[in-house]
């Protein structure tokens, strides 16, 4: 009898030890840690320190990357606590997704693929008669947004020795002078323009040169040489030619863009084919079934 009573404060003993051993387990051992790269969590999702790697532009200053850094931890805490709260109340069939995931890959390697297609088969070669020929045959398409000058201009430091030489040369369509010009310019200007090939929106112009109007379209009537000054540099515009907005626009001014536009008509050309040609060689070998 009294073997048993010591055996069953024994069997007690040992059921309060493991008691009390799963009570701290349960505290410590059993305790999530937190991983040592962790530096946010919703519920059971951890941002860690290397998904923050490149979200820094080089050259940042301390201050911006704290900022931007705080920036998308706090995003990325908004994005996880929504899609909590969106999972929690959307049943299995609002959250399927399968279907449209599936769409969207097969969008993605079927783009992948026909871009590589055009980077190997377009002929990037526009002719100049290409150009001209589309240009002539769209003048409807070719109307003025803005007023657009071909121009030189000159900006000078205003206590530059080479001023009274550049105020006679900027004038000048003698190819000798220009060249001087240019000489010139690249040593004393504080910038300058002397491409009069090319075609300027007039309000570019305006915001390198101190131009005050209120009317351009009779600015550019009435002004082909310009000379000015502020409290930093002179100023000399030679307008050469001018087209008002809501005209024609000039073949050379429209030439960047028709090559964009013929080139984007033969990609198309090019992949509308492509597609023709899959299916008319699925056809022949009977590759599909329609049920």
């Not at 010591?6 to 069997?11: D, F, L, Q, Y």
């Not at 290409?130 to 000058?149: A, C, G, R």
Request: some cysteine; proline content about 2%.
């Amino acid at each position: 009898m009294v073997a048993n009573i010591t055996s069953m404060g024994s069997v007690k003993k040992n059921i309060f030890f493991l008691m009390l051993l799963l009570t701290f387990a349960s505290c410590s051992w059993f305790k999530t840690k937190k991983p040592d790269d962790a530096i946010a969590k919703v519920q059971d999702k951890y941002l860690y320190r290397s998904d923050l790697v490149g979200i820094v532009p080089k050259g940042t200053s301390s201050k911006d990357s704290i900022s931007i850094t705080k920036n998308y931890i706090n995003n990325w805490i908004e994005q996880q606590l929504m899609l909590e709260l969106a999972n929690s109340n959307l049943n299995d069939k609002q959250k399927n997704f399968d279907k449209q995931l599936e769409d969207y890959k097969n969008s993605l390697i079927i783009y992948a693929y026909e871009k590589e297609f055009v980077r190997q088969k377009l002929d990037t070669i526009i002719s100049e008669a290409n150009i001209i020929s589309y240009y002539d045959t769209h003048h409807n398409d070719f109307e003025l947004k803005d007023n657009i000058v071909n121009v030189l201009y000159v900006k000078l430091p205003l206590k530059s020795p080479a001023k009274n030489k550049i105020a006679q040369l900027y004038k000048s369509d003698n190819p000798k002078d220009r060249e001087s010009l240019e000489k010139l310019c690249q040593q004393e200007a504080a910038n300058f323009f002397l491409d009069d090939n090319v075609w300027l929106i007039f309000n570019d112009l305006v915001k390198e040169i101190p131009i005050k109007t209120y009317n351009q379209e009779d600015y550019l009537k009435t002004h082909e040489f310009i000379e000015m000054e502020d409290s930093t540099f002179n100023y000399f515009v030679h307008i050469k030619g001018y087209k008002i907005k809501e005209s024609l626009s000039p073949l050379s001014f429209e030439k960047e863009n028709i090559k964009s536009i013929l080139l984007n008509k033969r990609k198309l050309t090019l992949l509308e084919n492509l597609r023709k040609e899959t299916y008319n060689d699925a056809v022949k070998h009977s590759n599909f079934t329609i049920y």
